[in-house]
């Protein structure tokens, strides 16, 4: 490898360095073993290319023609973007891999891009270097990579740590589309001749790269709209069957008011008679069928208490027998937004699979703190054939859009999410953890 192109790389490995430690949106580790990492990636390549080069001056001594110059690039293009995109997806980022992979092959697409312009511009090919390009590469970098940190950084990093959806579609597009690129940038290794027909096919291939990343993450972003249009939607229900809640308590006052005088004057019998033994045990009797008329208390958290009771109020409408034990002290870690979100789901998941069964019907939600964590555990009878795929359920008749909510809620709590189907019961287990650890207040067992 002559200095020129020793150079070149190097500047190449340093910018590739550079950018993927800003890629780094959820890092695995801190701030100095990231770095680490990525200086490890950097002498990595370029000692592989270092070793290339010794291969092809090698082959040239001993006047071999077996591999071509362009083949050696090949080769080190492909051991560069291999060794930084493992380095990135496996050892920098606590991302879901795919996630990762899309920012990788995004970056690298948008490199290729690059690397093309510059060759056009200069009308140069691999391995060539100059004040000229190395200027150019650093000078086109730098602000890119400026504008990235300042602008977009903050989105995208909103984008992967909420969105859970379309990411296997969107990384497997922007694959692709690098690929594609690849095979442009050693097209342009035979290209001779920069003419104004080539520079605008070259041209009109990047600005199309650019457009479909543009597309996927607006396409990723749609996905987020959908998911939480079908969370605001199941919130509006949650509130219309607790408004219905609350409408059926006031008419149970309304009723209990009228029938008071009834009441007084069947008291007022058992009193002139004497009949004290009467009176205790009407009375014993009314405040039984008046408590059958409200809501069950299940919590002192008023919140999920209305939640348990709208859709356990619905359990019982539907003559499914449910039993409860719920022990929820004090939760500050945790937003009441996400514990609707994710008992709501769990909840209207299980009715719903309860409500297709033909037999007996049963739903066990037990929901309780072990010192920080907030232990959730719903089971319900289930029949159906419901297979499980990669730890998620999944059937032809629904969409995932709820466990995807319920599992985007618990890893904000660096919880876990368990879903398992065995001998007719599903059950649904969720671990939260920072969940506190007031003292317990109100709730127990209860069984209706």
């Not at 290319?49 to 040239?60: E, G, K, Y």
Request: hydrophobic share 40%; charged share 20%.
């Amino acid at each position: 490898m002559n200095k020129s192109a020793l150079i070149t790389n190097i500047i190449n490995n340093l910018i590739h360095g550079l950018w993927f430690y800003n890629l780094v949106l959820e890092p695995k580790y801190n701030r100095k073993k990231t770095m680490l990492i990525i200086a490890a990636a950097v002498a990595l390549s370029q000692v592989s290319m270092l070793f290339l080069s010794f291969l092809m001056q090698r082959q040239r001594s001993m006047e071999e023609t077996s591999v071509s110059v362009a083949q050696f690039y090949l080769c080190g293009y492909c051991l560069t973007s291999l060794i930084f995109g493992i380095a990135f997806v496996c050892f920098m980022s606590a991302s879901e891999p795919v996630k990762s992979l899309l920012l990788v092959s995004a970056y690298y697409s948008l490199w290729t891009f690059v690397y093309l312009l510059i060759s056009v511009i200069t009308d140069t090919y691999a391995g060539a270097g100059n004040c000229v390009i190395w200027g150019l590469r650093v000078g086109v970098n730098l602000p890119v990579l400026f504008l990235y940190q300042r602008w977009f950084k903050t989105k995208i990093m909103r984008v992967c740590r909420e969105i859970q959806i379309g990411y296997g579609t969107v990384a497997a597009t922007s694959v692709f589309t690098f690929i594609v690129m690849t095979v442009v940038i050693f097209y342009n290794e035979r290209v001779r001749r920069h003419d104004l027909l080539y520079i605008v096919t070259i041209l009109s291939t990047g600005s199309m790269m650019v457009i479909i990343h543009v597309l996927l993450f607006r396409f990723i972003a749609q996905s987020d709209y959908a998911n939480q249009l079908k969370q605001m939607q199941l919130h509006e229900k949650y509130l219309r069957v607790q408004i219905q809640s609350y409408e059926q308590m006031e008419q149970s006052a309304r009723q209990t008011r009228h029938d008071f005088r009834h009441h007084n004057i069947v008291v007022a019998e058992y009193a002139r008679k004497k009949d004290y033994q009467g009176i205790l045990d009407y009375l014993q009797e009314y405040e039984e069928r008046e408590e059958e008329k409200y809501c069950h208390t299940y919590c002192r958290n008023h919140v999920v208490n209305n939640l348990l009771s709208a859709y356990m109020n619905k359990s019982i409408q539907e003559r499914i027998k449910v039993s409860t034990d719920i022990r929820l002290g004090e939760t500050e870690e945790i937003s009441d937004y996400d514990l609707v979100s994710i008992l709501a789901n769990i909840l209207e998941n299980a009715i719903n699979a309860c409500m297709k069964e033909t037999g007996e019907r049963q739903l066990e939600l037990s929901l309780c703190q072990k010192g920080s964590k907030l232990v959730c555990i719903c089971k319900n009878t289930c029949t159906a054939k419901v297979m499980i795929k990669d730890g998620i359920p999944w059937n032809q008749e629904r969409t995932s859009v709820g466990i995807n909510s319920i599992m985007c809620s618990v890893k904000k709590y660096d919880g876990s999410v368990n879903f398992e189907v065995a001998g007719g019961v599903f059950t649904c287990q969720v671990i939260l953890y920072n969940a506190g650890s007031g003292k317990i207040k109100g709730g127990g067992r209860m069984a209706c």
